[in-house]
């Protein structure tokens, strides 16, 4: 009975697509690891903190292109709807991200005084360049999705990982510094286009329409806000270091999450992206909608909690052998921030569930209030240093498993 359980469990669609997912990942870790050790080998951290720095502007500027919002709304459209939805999400995806490209340029030099970095000016500005790629293979890639082709996703993400970290290898050891990250990302970022448009017949329109355009943002701004306040959550704490600690610190503390939670996080995003289309199918019959949900979540749980114990108590062997002695600092923060990434796997799911059924609001609130006791337990945790702040973190994400447990249970009644 057991056997055959489990077989069920691991042969199910949902198990079948956090494979490939996974696969994309294993290959994203690998090459990854190797790039963590370069920069770790090469860069102060100091050079850490200037990178932590770009990649936050990266992330809270990607949240602005609506590439969640309008995706989801293409997966959840109606067949009859369906052409018409991404006709328009299109075009709305064109305008947004012009728009990004200028307000990152404008953001570029306030960002960069805030620091007191002004290095950072030109990377900040040259790296917008990448949205413009963005229209070009988001309807495909939220169409392959809906079709639940994850294989496709990972195989994108997959060899992007792989040009991504070759390119930062070669150009850090060659000397370019923070430089080598900008230019990774956007020459990486054309895969997406290549592979979508090899895999999805989906052509853009040649006529110019916004038609039911209310709907897509309706949507569209409710994933904003959560993702808005979900990437000021997961940037908040880099920003809060930066600011009232130092770039140093901000880079010891920045590794310790590479390091750390970056292998778990990445397995979690995985197993999330798989999940929200496999909901969307039996989102109107909530028998069907209960069993995917917790039996998903259970195959998270049983794939996630064993790594995140093993990478956490190994953590003082491995950081000094791999990464060098001058690490042995973000040892602490690194074993705390990978305990988080447990409760973390709970809440992503809950969201995943309720976006599915369209409880967005919901969402969206509870994400309002998380956030501003996140930010206040975070500014007063600051005071007694990084170490206090990871502590902080974990606290934060284990009471997101209150609201995970009523939701659910509130969302899943007969």
Same mark, same amino acid.
Request: glycine letters at 4%; proline letters at 3%.
């Given at each position: 009975?057991?056997?055959?359980k489990?077989?069920h469990r691991f042969?199910?669609?949902f198990t079948?697509?956090i494979?490939?997912?996974?696969?994309a990942?294993?290959?994203?870790?690998?090459?990854r690891?190797?790039?963590?050790?370069?920069?770790?080998?090469?860069?102060?951290p100091?050079?850490?903190?200037l990178?932590a720095i770009?990649?936050?502007?990266?992330?809270?500027?990607?949240?602005?292109?609506l590439?969640?919002?309008?995706g989801?709304?293409?997966?959840?459209?109606?067949?009859?709807?369906l052409e018409l939805?991404c006709q328009t999400?299109?075009?709305?995806?064109?305008?947004?991200?012009?728009?990004?490209?200028?307000?990152?340029?404008?953001?570029?030099?306030p960002?960069?005084?805030?620091?007191?970095?002004?290095?950072?000016i030109?990377?900040?500005?040259?790296?917008?360049?990448?949205?413009?790629?963005?229209?070009?293979?988001?309807?495909q890639?939220?169409?392959?999705?809906?079709e639940n082709?994850?294989?496709?996703?990972?195989?994108?993400?997959?060899t992007?990982?792989i040009?991504?970290?070759?390119?930062i290898i070669c150009?850090?050891l060659?000397?370019?510094?923070?430089?080598?990250?900008?230019?990774?990302?956007i020459?990486?970022?054309?895969?997406w286009?290549?592979?979508?448009?090899?895999?999805?017949?989906?052509?853009?329109?040649k006529?110019?329409?916004?038609?039911q355009?209310?709907d897509?943002?309706s949507f569209?701004?409710?994933?904003?806000?959560i993702?808005?306040?979900d990437?000021i959550?997961?940037?908040?704490d880099y920003?809060?270091?930066g600011r009232?600690?130092s770039?140093e610190a901000?880079?010891?503390?920045?590794?310790?999450?590479?390091?750390?939670?970056?292998?778990?996080?990445? =397995? $979690?995003n &995985?197993?999330?992206?798989? /999940?929200?289309?496999?909901l969307?199918? %039996?989102?109107?019959?909530?028998?069907? +909608?209960?069993?995917r949900y917790?039996?998903?979540?259970?195959?998270?749980?049983i794939?996630?909690?064993?790594?995140?114990l093993?990478?956490?108590?190994?953590?003082p062997?491995?950081?000094?052998i791999?990464?060098?002695?001058k690490?042995?600092?973000?040892i602490p923060?690194?074993?705390?921030?990978?305990?988080?990434?447990?409760?973390?796997?709970f809440t992503?799911?809950?969201?995943?569930?309720?976006?599915?059924?369209?409880?967005?609001?919901l969402t969206?609130?509870?994400?309002?209030?998380?956030? =501003? $006791?996140? &930010?206040?337990?975070?500014? /007063?945790a600051?005071?007694?240093?990084? %170490?206090?702040?990871?502590i902080?973190? +974990?606290?934060c994400?284990?009471?997101t498993?209150?609201?995970?447990?009523?939701?659910?249970?509130?969302?899943?009644?007969?």
């Amino acid at each position: 009975m057991i056997f055959l359980k489990l077989k069920h469990r691991f042969t199910s669609q949902f198990t079948r697509n956090i494979g490939w997912l996974g696969i994309a990942e294993l290959v994203n870790r690998i090459f990854r690891l190797s790039t963590t050790v370069t920069l770790a080998r090469l860069f102060a951290p100091h050079d850490y903190g200037l990178v932590a720095i770009i990649y936050t502007v990266h992330g809270f500027a990607d949240v602005f292109s609506l590439r969640a919002g309008i995706g989801a709304k293409i997966i959840q459209a109606e067949e009859r709807q369906l052409e018409l939805v991404c006709q328009t999400a299109y075009w709305l995806n064109w305008l947004l991200c012009i728009a990004l490209v200028i307000i990152q340029c404008i953001l570029a030099y306030p960002i960069a005084l805030f620091y007191e970095e002004r290095e950072l000016i030109f990377p900040i500005c040259v790296l917008s360049l990448m949205y413009l790629m963005f229209p070009v293979f988001m309807v495909q890639s939220a169409l392959v999705q809906r079709e639940n082709r994850l294989k496709i996703i990972a195989l994108c993400a997959a060899t992007q990982s792989i040009i991504s970290n070759l390119i930062i290898i070669c150009l850090a050891l060659l000397g370019f510094g923070v430089w080598a990250i900008v230019w990774a990302m956007i020459l990486s970022t054309p895969v997406w286009i290549f592979i979508t448009y090899r895999n999805h017949s989906w052509r853009p329109p040649k006529a110019f329409t916004l038609q039911q355009w209310q709907d897509i943002t309706s949507f569209g701004s409710s994933m904003l806000g959560i993702e808005l306040l979900d990437k000021i959550r997961l940037n908040l704490d880099y920003l809060i270091v930066g600011r009232f600690l130092s770039v140093e610190a901000l880079g010891v503390y920045f590794f310790a999450f590479s390091a750390g939670l970056g292998i778990s996080q990445n =397995i $979690i995003n &995985a197993m999330i992206s798989a /999940l929200f289309p496999y909901l969307c199918e %039996v989102r109107e019959n909530v028998k069907q +909608l209960r069993e995917r949900y917790f039996s998903s979540l259970k195959t998270t749980v049983i794939i996630i909690a064993p790594l995140v114990l093993l990478q956490s108590s190994l953590a003082p062997l491995y950081v000094p052998i791999v990464f060098g002695s001058k690490w042995n600092s973000a040892i602490p923060i690194l074993i705390i921030i990978c305990l988080s990434a447990i409760p973390l796997a709970f809440t992503l799911a809950t969201y995943q569930l309720l976006n599915a059924i369209g409880k967005i609001k919901l969402t969206l609130q509870w994400n309002v209030i998380y956030t =501003i $006791i996140f &930010a206040s337990a975070l500014l /007063l945790a600051v005071r007694w240093g990084v %170490v206090s702040v990871a502590i902080t973190v +974990l606290i934060c994400q284990m009471l997101t498993l209150l609201f995970s447990y009523l939701a659910v249970q509130t969302s899943l009644k007969h």
